[in-house]
Nanobody, 126 residues
Framework: EVQLVESGGGLVQAGGSLRLSCAASGFTFGNWAIGWFRQAPGKEREGVSHISTNDGSTYYAESVKGRFTISSDNAKNTVYLQMNSLRPEDTAVYYC???????????????????WGQGTQVTVSS
């Protein structure tokens, strides 16, 4: 059974940092890609970042480039999202998800992903 468990969310002031973790089990980690998405109240789910655990390719939304860094530890079956210089507009529930594909064009499309975690809340105060 594929399971994804996010952790690391919380309340932080603007300009602060958080590191989210996505612990995966139930599949061969190095054969899949992992994406981070977020969803704020009343808004659609949007792609934040993506990493291929096979070749290390990474992609970012324009809104987070230079502030967020995605990485993976294949030995621990865990993907991280280091979030720096956080802004109030980063407030959302953050989800990780798995995909058998890694595409520079479609990485931010939720339909590419098969399994999702339960999400972790990130709140950035101004």
């Amino acid at each position: 059974e594929v399971q994804l468990v996010e952790s690391g969310g919380g309340l932080v002031q603007a300009g602060g940092s958080l590191r989210l973790s996505c612990a995966a089990s139930g599949f061969t980690f190095g054969n899949w890609a992992i994406g981070w998405f977020r969803q704020a109240p009343g808004k659609e789910r949007e792609g934040v970042s993506h990493i291929s655990t096979n070749d290390g390719s990474t992609y970012y939304a324009e809104s987070v480039k230079g502030r967020f860094t995605i990485s993976s530890d294949n030995a621990k079956n865990t993907v991280y999202l280091q979030m720096n210089s956080l802004r109030p507009e980063d407030t959302a529930v953050y989800y990780c998800a798995t995909s058998p594909y890694s595409s520079s064009r479609y990485w931010s499309t939720p339909a590419m992903y098969d399994y999702w975690g339960q999400g972790t809340q990130v709140t950035v105060s101004s």
